[in-house]
T-cell receptor
Framework: DAKTTQPPSMDCAEGRAANLPCNHS???????VYWYRQIHSQGPQYIIH???NNETNEMASLIITEDRKSSTLILPHATLRDTAVYYC?????????????FGQGTTLQVKP | DVKVTQSSRYLVKRTGEKVFLECVQD?????MFWYRQDPGLGLRLIYF???????EKGDIPEGYSVSREKKERFSLILESASTNQTSMYLC?????????????FGSGTQLSVL
């Protein structure tokens, strides 16, 4: 599975959009991009995933570049409760092992 | 919503004790997983199971065993706890669609082995 690179930390003002980047330049054609987050003292929480097209759900939007080498998770109106570590993970869709490799992620601090 | 429940939030055990960590999910998921999380090392997969009575080793199975007698329950067993097993243990489940890795995690058990 492809490796991902994320900035270690980011700040965002409450109410503003938080844009979290992820680089996955070695991604293969059958690999999905997943985003999870982990709020302090809780288990990770699934946010969104995508293959080629941009995706949106009630939590966030996922923008994948045309060459699929990078992506951006967008939290449209960040709140203090969005302060968490955000993990970008690349995984083959046909592999049903649950062996998600959670790297160091990006610590997002939402400030009042 | 899927609920994954871990029996204890905090646990303190002595070196050499046999420790049972229990996990129950309520969404009839086929797949269940045990991870441990340590600062600087991220989440590491210990064991997983695709079905009742089935188990597969993850990346760090040494010192652990698992049991899955019922579909909804997946137990992690530390046969003889050691101090290096002090960690946050996370259980997760997913359905067997195979097309995505949408895992649902429990809140975790912080285990301290003294």
């Amino acid at each position: 599975d492809a490796k991902t690179t994320q900035p270690p930390s980011m700040d965002c003002a409450e109410g503003r959009a938080a844009n979290l980047p992820c680089n996955h330049s070695t991604i293969s054609g059958n690999e999905y991009v997943y985003w999870y987050r982990q709020i302090h003292s809780q288990g990770p929480q699934y946010i969104i995933h995508g293959l080629k097209n941009n995706e949106t759900n009630e939590m966030a939007s996922l923008i994948i570049t045309e060459d699929r080498k990078s992506s951006t998770l967008i939290l449209p109106h960040a709140t203090l409760r969005d302060t968490a570590v955000y993990y970008c993970i690349v995984k083959r869709g046909s592999s049903n092992t649950g062996k998600l490799i959670f790297g160091q992620g990006t610590t997002l601090q939402v400030k009042p | 919503d899927v609920k994954v429940t871990q029996s204890s939030r905090y646990l303190v055990k002595r070196t050499g004790e046999k420790v049972f960590l229990e996990c129950v999910q309520d969404m009839d998921h086929e797949n269940m997983f045990w991870y441990r999380q340590d600062p600087g090392l991220g989440l590491r997969l210990i064991y997983f199971s695709y079905d009742v009575k089935m188990k597969e080793k993850g990346d760090i199975p040494e010192g652990y065993s698992v049991s899955r007698e019922k579909k909804e329950r997946f137990s992690l067993i530390l046969e003889s706890a050691s101090t290096n097993q002090t960690s946050m243990y996370l259980c997760a489940s997913s359905d067997a669609s195979g097309l995505n890795e949408k895992l649902f995690f429990g809140s975790g058990t912080q285990l301290s082995v003294l």
